[in-house]
């Protein structure tokens, strides 16, 4: 069973810092693009970062970039979600996604990605 598992969300002050971590289990993260979603109340899911299985190519929402970061370790199965400069607008639940793909390729579409996590919540209030 293809399961993605999400942490490390939580209450945290503007301007603070956050790191995700999705732990993936009954596969192998290297060869999957893999991305990072959330969704605010009322809102729809909205593409936050991805990252090829290839050459580890990245793209940003515009929203976060110079802020986020993400990454993985495939030595421990495990994609991450490094957040700073936290903003009120960056509150929702945050989820990882992962597709079977050999490209040099990613997007931030949800439709593209196969395999989804359960979400893990961040709210950004002081």
């Known amino acids: 069973q293809l399961q993605l598992v999400e942490s490390g969300g939580g209450l945290v002050q503007p301007g603070g810092s956050l790191r995700l971590s999705c732990a993936a289990s009954?596969?192998?993260?290297?060869?999957?693009?893999i991305a990072w979603f959330r969704q605010a109340p009322g809102k729809e899911r909205e593409g936050v970062s991805c990252?090829?299985?290839?050459?580890?190519?990245?793209n940003y929402a515009d929203s976060v970039k110079g802020r986020f970061t993400i990454s993985r370790d495939n030595a421990k199965n495990t994609v991450y979600l490094q957040m700073d400069s936290l903003k009120p607008e960056d509150t929702a639940v945050y989820y990882c996604?992962?597709?079977?793909?050999?490209?040099?390729?990613?997007?931030?579409?949800?439709?593209?990605?196969?395999?989804w996590g359960q979400g893990t919540q961040v709210t950004v209030s002081s």
């Open positions: 996604a992962a597709r079977r793909s050999s490209s040099s390729y990613c997007n931030v579409s949800p439709g593209w990605y196969a395999v």
């Open positions: 009954g596969f192998t993260l290297d060869y999957y693009a």
């Open positions: 990252m090829s299985s290839s050459f580890g190519n990245t």
